[in-house]
């Protein structure tokens, strides 16, 4: 069951597209779901769908194109590696391999303490940049190293709830 908030923040944003064209808000719909629960549940997506008058498979097929949706708890911080081409010329593996030594988990997979959750994600747009990673879909850190991995691991450590989401 969607919440109120989110009912609300969804008519604000279908009253944007004329009636005939909902299902325009679809994105919208699933990104404050996420914010609210962390991530987003078949149930949710069967909310939405409802919601908006859209064809449920409609809703999980655009939830499931986009990595910016996560689809199952992904952690307090979830990192999305771009492994596209400009990222894999410029040391891509090195930098996954990196990961998965120092937070002991695989792609798809979520720490012990639930702070970290680490998987791929397509092109970010930032090339220039490679190799890179996204942080919770806000924040993108790029040309990084083991030692600027590191860094930024070590911050939001610092700043963590303890794993919450």
Known sequence: MLSQQTTTLIDKELKKYPADQRQSAVMAALRFVQDEKGWIASDDMADIAAYIGMPQMAVYEVATFYHMYKLKPMGEYTLTVCTNLSC???GVN????????????????ITADGTFGLREGECMGACVDA????????KLCGRLTGEKIDTILAELRAESRGGKQ
Do not use: R
């Open 88 to 90: 894999q010329l410029s």
């Open 131 to 138: 190799p890179m990673f996204s942080i919770n879909n806000k």
């Open 94 to 109: 090195e930098t996954l391999l990196h990961l998965k030594n120092k937070l002991g988990i695989g792609l798809g997979e």
